[in-house]
């Protein structure tokens, strides 16, 4: 059986990045327009003007990201017999020997899945620098890897499909 790639949906890249930027576009005229005026909605100093700072850096930082993600091109995750290889989260294969659990989960109405890794094979997969970071983060859920699928095409169900049809039963 061949691996089956899932590619990133242009479509949602693109509204995610303009999203990100027309909320980056608010905040900075609201600093613009209002912070000299004496208005009530950002004046200089106030915590409403830091949350527009705030507000700029953040939706600017998501901007750049999902900018940097509508040029790239090919599979994002591939899913075999011989396990997964999400290239946001690992160089190489994950082995289904290392997988111990793969999860769905649900976070407000974002749908992704953890993956459980075995400990002791932990340490000799190939994650990458951010997947690593990010795990310990996640240490309250386990130490897991969580594959996104909002970027996906199909989403959550066209990655729970082929997940489903790969899988060796325990």
């Given amino acids: ?74 599979p994002v995750v591939s899913v075999g017999p011989r396990g997964i290889y999400d290239r946001r989260l690992s160089t190489d294969w994950i082995p289904w020997a290392a997988i111990r659990a793969v999860k769905p989960t649900r976070v407000l109405t974002a749908c992704s899945y953890q993956l459980e890794i075995d400990p002791e094979a932990d340490a000799d997969l190939p994650w990458t620098r951010q997947a690593r970071f990010v795990s310990g983060l996640n240490r309250m859920f386990g130490r897991r890897y969580w594959i996104g699928t909002a970027e996906l095409t199909g989403g959550f169900p066209a990655l729970a499909e082929v997940i489903g049809r790969n899988r060796p039963l325990p």
């Fill in 1 to 74: 059986m061949r691996p089956v790639d899932i590619y990133r949906s242009s479509a949602r890249t693109l509204a995610l990045f303009l999203g990100s930027c027309g909320f980056a576009a608010a905040c900075a005229w609201i600093i613009l327009a209002h912070s000299g005026s004496g208005d009530q909605v950002a004046t200089r100093g106030s915590f409403r003007a830091f949350e527009m700072y705030l507000g700029l850096v953040f939706f600017g930082f998501g901007a750049i990201v999902w900018g940097s993600r509508l040029r790239q091109h090919g």
